[in-house]
């Protein structure tokens, strides 16, 4: 059974940046894509971007392309998001979510993280 | 960038209702369209993918409907897990694009 595990919850200072990691087990990791989607609070769902690992194919919201890096670390089968120059508009709840495709990046999520926190106050 | 509107944004509904949701794209979309429950404090969970095809474990009362531009989601009887929030998804386009979002909530 696949399960994607976050890690913990980030405060971070106006400017600063975070990096959000997504350990993934149970499943072909390298295969499937890799997404990350935020929450802001009381809001809906944004994509942000993502990785297919076999590949090293990345692909980003444009909204957010400038300040966002999608890696994946095949050893460890853990993908990361770093997202730089915090904003307090980045304060969210962020998700990786897997692909419901084997090698495709641009469909459905079938699987989800629990969601990290991130807090961008000064 | 395909634009994503659902209706309506809230619906108030009691336990054994007919419950639909709609959600309408800015283009075609074919039938490349997902929807996921989200509750409080959750990450989303996928029930439809492709328009209408159901995913594993999700109970039978849910089904999807709809291509091209407009699309719906039934539940045939809603049931006390069910109120949450309901979100669409395109993933026609290189760029996903999620619908507002519709609360159901209880009447």
């Known amino acids: 059974q696949v399960q994607l595990v976050q890690s913990g919850a980030e405060v971070k200072r106006p400017g600063s940046s975070v990096k959000v990691s997504c350990k993934s087990s149970?499943?072909?990791?390298?295969?499937?894509?890799l997404n990350w989607v935020r929450q802001a609070p009381g809001q809906g769902l944004e994509w942000i971007g993502g990785?297919?690992?076999?590949?090293?194919?990345?692909k980003y919201a444009q909204k957010l392309q400038y300040r966002v890096t999608i890696n994946a670390d095949d050893s460890t089968n853990t993908a990361y998001m770093e997202l730089r120059s915090l904003r307090s508009e980045d304060t969210a709840v962020y998700y990786c979510?897997?692909?419901?495709?084997?090698?495709?990046?641009?469909?459905?999520?079938?699987?989800w993280g629990q969601g990290t926190p991130v807090t961008v106050s000064s | 960038d395909i634009q994503m509107t659902q209706s309506p944004s809230t619906l108030s509904a009691s336990v054994g209702d007919r419950v639909t949701i709609t959600c309408r794209a800015s283009?075609?979309?074919?039938?490349?369209l997902a929807w996921y429950q989200q509750k409080p404090g959750k990450a989303p969970k996928l029930l439809i993918y492709?328009?209408?095809r159901l995913e594993n474990g999700v109970p039978f009362r849910f089904s999807g409907s709809g291509s091209g531009t407009e699309f719906t989601l039934t539940i045939s009887s809603l049931q006390p897990d069910d109120f949450a929030t309901y979100y669409c998804?395109?993933?026609?386009?290189?760029?996903?694009?999620f619908g507002p979002g519709t609360t159901v909530d209880l009447k």
């Open positions: 979510a897997r692909a419901g495709v084997r090698g495709e990046l641009t469909v459905f999520f079938d699987h």
């Open positions: 998804q395109e993933y026609n386009s290189d760029f996903f694009t």
């Open positions: 492709k328009a209408s």
């Open positions: 149970g499943g072909s990791f390298r295969s499937y894509g």
């Open positions: 990785i297919i690992p076999l590949f090293t194919t990345t």
């Open positions: 283009q075609t979309i074919s039938t490349w």
